[in-house]
């Protein structure tokens, strides 16, 4: 097969995006791995026939995931001394020797990877998510119900047991797994409740991942990045936290689970949330989610709103926090709450 150099373009432009965002480690790896693609070596062979869109399915990142996962699931020893998230040390050392050899042994659990997405779930995400569902809370003075569409793994829907701490407030329980700092904040919130009141829970994903099973929990591990050891370790604390309290989250396509799911309750501010789904949503599905919101949105009070919560990508660089809310009054009211990054950080809160 003639090479479209497509790959080794997504290839090269993810290293760049490592060395940006903050993995030495998988910049110099995916750097190797490009050698290789241009030495027509085992990369070129596997990862030139897996799409064909590489850069829009993330086929490095794929890639990078499946030797990850062979890495924390204890079945890739000698690429694992090199990865911080398995217990190994990084001191610049070039991974790329071990990782084909990882490919070259164990072929077929590539080949058969390179058709799974990239799958995340950023627990990190859960601070803008707190605030905006803290500003809701406080705005109708009711406990929430929340229905969370594209969950991933649901570890989002927990949020309420992580704890977010601000100059002089604080939110979530004084002895939670996952504390987030004043750090996550550029503007914080001029007040937060002491605790989030969530009555019921609901989630879906097309593709959840249960983490409460093995494969699980190294499946959403093996996406992040193996030298990026916080964010690993927010990520287990938030499973610690999910096994804590059970959640199911529902396979489904968000559209029609919606649509069977959704009513008002009195007494509760019913809220739909998510983040960073919008994008994926075919447009039936959106359209869809748009009529269910509309139709029960004009059966909402003021003692049971509805609301729309979603963390959404606005530029390049940051999302919006923003809320639709339906109580009664003849138009539904829109609030931009607050410019954050895509991973939850450098939180700005204008409303
Ligand atoms: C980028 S991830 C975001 C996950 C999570 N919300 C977070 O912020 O970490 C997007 C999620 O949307 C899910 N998704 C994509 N299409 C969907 C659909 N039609 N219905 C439900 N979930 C969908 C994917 O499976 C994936 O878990």
Same mark, same amino acid.
């Given at each position: 097969m003639q090479p479209t150099f497509d790959v080794l373009d997504a290839i090269e432009r993810q290293?760049?995006?490592?060395?940006?965002?903050?993995?030495?480690?998988?910049?110099?790896?995916l750097r190797g791995l490009a050698a290789d693609h241009r030495a027509g070596g085992v990369t070129r062979d596997l990862l030139e026939s897996a799409s064909e869109r590489p850069q829009?399915?993330?086929?490095?990142?794929?890639?990078?995931?499946?030797?990850?996962?062979?890495?924390?699931?204890g079945s890739a020893q000698d690429l694992a001394r090199h990865y911080p998230s398995c217990g190994g040390e990084w001191h610049g050392a070039d991974p790329t020797r071990d990782?084909? #050899?990882? +490919?070259? =042994?164990?072929?077929a659990d590539f080949v058969d990877?390179?058709?799974?997405?990239?799958?995340?779930?950023?627990?990190?995400?859960a601070v803008p998510l707190a605030c905006g569902l803290a500003h809701l809370q406080q705005m109708f003075a009711l406990p929430l119900r929340t229905f969370e569409?594209?969950?991933?793994?649901?570890?989002?829907?927990?949020?309420?047991?992580?704890?977010i701490e601000m100059p002089f407030a604080a939110c979530g329980p004084a002895d939670a797994r996952l504390h987030f700092g004043p750090e996550w904040f550029t503007t914080p919130p001029h007040t937060l409740p002491a605790l989030l009141d969530v009555v019921h829970q609901e989630a879906v994903d097309l593709t959840p991942i249960d983490v409460a099973t093995s494969a699980g929990r190294i499946a959403i591990q093996s996406f992040l990045w193996p030298d990026q050891l916080e964010r690993?370790?927010?990520?287990?604390? #938030?499973? +610690?936290? =999910?096994?804590?309290?059970?959640l199911q989250v529902d396979a489904d396509d968000a559209g029609a689970w919606l649509q069977r799911r959704l009513a008002v309750a009195d007494g509760?501010?019913?809220?739909?949330?998510?983040?960073?789904?919008?994008?994926?949503?075919?447009p039936p599905t959106r359209r869809q989610l748009r009529a269910t919101l509309t139709a029960v949105g004009a059966t909402a009070t003021r003692t049971a709103p509805l609301c729309w919560l979603r963390m959404e990508p606005a530029t390049a660089t940051h999302a919006d926090l923003r809320a639709t809310v339906w109580d009664g009054c003849s138009q539904p009211s829109e609030h931009h709450l607050a410019d954050v990054g895509y991973h939850g950080h450098n939180l700005s809160w204008l409303a």
């Open positions: 290293a760049e995006a490592c060395d940006h965002i903050g993995s030495p480690l998988y910049t110099t790896l829009h399915d993330a086929i490095p990142l794929r890639y990078l995931a499946i030797g990850h996962r062979l890495a924390l699931a990782f084909l #050899a990882l +490919v070259h =042994a164990r072929r990877g390179l058709t799974r997405q990239v799958q995340t779930n950023e627990v990190a995400r569409l594209g969950a991933s793994a649901g570890l989002l829907s927990r949020l309420a047991w992580f704890r690993i370790d927010r990520l287990r604390a #938030a499973m +610690v936290i =999910a096994e804590e309290h059970p509760a501010t019913t809220v739909v949330f998510h983040s960073i789904v919008w994008q994926y949503l075919p």
